[in-house]
């Protein structure tokens, strides 16, 4: 299947290097393989594989590539550095493209900087968009899809539902023990096992970690660590609440999602709001990483518990309050609230499964799938 992000990148390959971010099996080696049938002759290194690694460290690679793909380099001691010198010394006419499953600037953060040298992009589950253009279909038949299956090509792409079930389960072990080893000690796997799954449980409610602290009798700061460690290796993401103090939302309660939908446990509104939530993220990533806008995904809390489920913003200004119901057309109460305190932004109920799409109170009752395909990515 192609990506969303093929297209842009190979545009980009022709100017500096690209590195490309994001999970595991997201997608980013298909994104080499077809990027390498456009750029002959190609050639494609992953550090994980000791022969590959081997012609890595004595950067024996083919100098007349015409594109040279390195996969998970940021494992190598004092990466950075290493990786300027090749970006120096390649040949005018060779691309580089460099991709990893973890966010690169937590990993080995030594050596020197590589500002200038490169365009980051970061790859994202399937969406609603991508699933109708790649795929075709209704986005309603697109949303239900990735609600089940999540966004992930193999589970989502898989005919058989058992055969997503079996990825998931072999998914999910394989991050526990190989990928959380690598930023952590081997002892402290089973007790980041016991932190996901709590997390599993606890997608869309304000995350206390002191509370999950006390139920697993580790220290709050570790805790902190371990989360530290998920969003690194885009297993889940947090959202902050909005403020215009950038400060003071950080110190404020956020709340987690993860990146596969098919991860969460909870009901089905619960998986939705999940779902709409890394369809949301992707948007934002897009709108930074491809338009240079600086995009933002929130949610807004107020003392006495009004909550509107989703915030955009741009360029430090709202532009949409945004709450996810099922099938509920009635009026949400606080979104309507906010947008009175917000004009200048867009308020929209999304709802999944609607039979008439109205506009009260400046609010947008609007169908959630079509909405969704609407977009950025």
């Given at each position: 299947m192609?990506?969303?992000?093929?297209?842009?990148?190979?545009?980009?390959?022709?100017?500096?290097?690209v590195?490309?971010?994001?999970?595991?099996?997201?997608?980013?080696?298909?994104?080499?393989?077809?990027l390498m049938e456009r750029f002959p002759p190609a050639q494609y290194l992953n550090w994980d594989v000791a022969p590959d690694r081997a012609i890595l460290q004595r950067q024996s690679w083919n100098p007349r590539s015409s594109l040279l793909a390195m996969d998970e380099i940021h494992k190598m001691p004092d990466w950075k550095n290493w990786l300027k010198g090749v970006v120096d010394g390649r040949p005018p006419t060779q691309a580089l493209l460099v991709t990893g499953?973890?966010?690169?600037?937590?990993?080995?953060?030594?050596?020197?900087s590589l500002a200038g040298r490169y365009l980051p992009y970061r790859l994202h589950p399937i969406s609603v968009r991508e699933w109708c253009e790649q795929q075709?279909?209704?986005?309603?038949?697109?949303?239900?899809?990735?609600?089940?299956r999540g966004g992930f090509p193999e589970p989502c792409l898989a005919e058989n539902p058992d055969d997503a079930e079996r990825w998931r389960r072999q998914y999910f072990t394989d991050l526990i023990r190989e990928d959380v080893v690598e930023f952590s000690r081997l002892h402290e796997v089973n007790a980041m096992r016991l932190f996901v799954e709590l997390l599993r449980e606890r997608v869309g409610s304000p995350l206390s970690l002191a509370s999950i602290a006390?139920?697993?009798?580790?220290?709050?700061?570790?805790?902190?660590?371990?989360?530290?460690?998920?969003?690194?290796?885009?297993?889940?993401?947090?959202?902050?609440?909005w403020h215009h103090n950038i400060a003071r939302a950080i110190l404020q309660t956020p709340k987690v999602y993860f990146f596969d939908t098919g991860l969460v446990r909870g009901d089905e509104g619960i998986r939705f709001e999940n779902a709409v939530a890394t369809m949301l993220?992707?948007?934002?990533?897009?709108?930074?990483?491809?338009?240079?806008?600086?995009?933002?995904?929130?949610?807004?809390?107020?003392?006495?518990?009004?909550?509107?489920?989703?915030?955009?913003?741009?360029?430090?200004?709202?532009?949409?309050l945004i709450e996810c119901k099922l099938a509920d057309p009635s009026l949400h109460r606080a979104l309507a609230g906010f947008a009175a305190k917000f004009p200048g932004a867009e308020a929209i109920q999304l709802v999944r499964d609607l039979r008439q799409r109205e506009y009260r109170a400046s609010v947008a009752v609007t169908d959630a799938a079509e909405w969704l395909a609407s977009l950025d990515a």
């Open positions: 192609k990506r969303y992000l093929d297209d842009l990148v190979a545009t980009d390959l022709q100017r500096k290097m590195l490309v971010t994001g999970p595991r099996q997201v997608g980013k080696t298909t994104l080499c393989r077809h499953s973890a966010r690169m600037e937590t990993w080995r953060q030594s050596g020197d075709g279909g209704t986005p309603a038949a697109a949303l239900e899809r990735l609600m089940v006390r139920d697993l009798a580790i220290s709050p700061t570790t805790l902190k660590r371990y989360l530290d460690i998920l969003q690194a290796l885009y297993i889940v993401f947090t959202v902050q609440p993220l992707k948007h934002s990533h897009f709108r930074q990483d491809v338009r240079g806008r600086s995009a933002g995904l929130h949610y807004i809390r107020t003392k006495d518990g009004a909550e509107v489920d989703f915030a955009l913003s741009d360029d430090n200004r709202l532009t949409h």
